[in-house]
T-cell receptor, first 111, second 116 residues
């Protein structure tokens, strides 16, 4: 069973701080990694994708990938209350189009 | 574009009844995915289609579940008979076909199913 593990949280950070979200995966053959954000009662929306080892930055978001350690993380700089949501880590399967999702980490940014 | 459209948004039914969930993918997308989300199990892939053909249905929990995609703009997920443990939010998602990497999956608003 291919697994994607996340700490369920909640992770609480003050406004303006850096939020760090972590994810580990079991399938060494995985090639594509994604972070989705899901507000309560809403559908998941993609915020970052990463395919190579290292860092990828997009605005206040940075995704980090370490395939040797089977670890992917998401950093949110200058956290805002509007960032409060559940963040889902997703990893592709061998087929390349089916994603395995973690159960998500709940983030709370307090004013 | 209107995005992925799902109907109904909410469904309450009694155990043993047939339930049909509907999805219209984004026009031009070749891949369609059905997911189920619960607190206990998170977001699980049930089945996905490529060009209307089912590719992987290994996530379908049992024979009570079936899915069809009769054309590029419509898919259904049917549960017959429904059971209380089927209560969940069911999402449909679609994406373009890119040979080199997994493309973004765009999710619909979901159908919240409650089986009493």
């Amino acid at each position: 069973q291919k697994e994607v593990e996340q700490n369920s949280g909640p992770l609480s950070v003050p406004e303006g701080a850096i939020a760090s979200l972590n994810c580990t995966y079991s399938d060494r053959g995985s090639q594509s990694f994604f972070w989705y954000r899901q507000y309560s009662g809403k559908s998941p929306e993609l915020i970052m994708s990463i395919y190579s080892n290292g860092d990828k930055e997009d605005g206040r978001f940075t995704a980090q990938l370490n395939k040797a350690s089977q670890y992917v993380s998401l950093l949110i700089r200058d956290s805002q209350p509007s960032d409060s949501a559940t963040y889902l880590c997703a990893v592709n399967s061998n087929s390349g189009y089916a994603l395995n999702f973690g159960k998500g980490t709940s983030l709370l940014v307090t004013p | 574009d209107a995005g992925v459209i799902q109907s109904p948004r909410h469904e309450v039914t009694e155990m043993g009844q047939e339930v049909t969930l509907r999805c219209k993918p984004i026009s031009g997308h070749d891949y369609l995915f059905w997911y189920r989300q619960t607190m206990m199990r998170g977001l699980e892939l049930l089945i996905y289609f490529n060009n209307n053909v089912p590719i992987d249905d290994s996530g379908m929990p049992e024979d009570r579940f079936s899915a069809k995609m009769p054309n590029a703009s419509f898919s259904t997920l049917k549960i017959q008979p429904s059971e209380p443990r089927d209560s969940a939010v069911y999402f449909c998602a679609s994406s373009w076909d890119l040979a080199s990497s997994t493309d973004t999956q765009y999710f619909g608003p979901g159908t919240r199913l409650t089986v009493l």
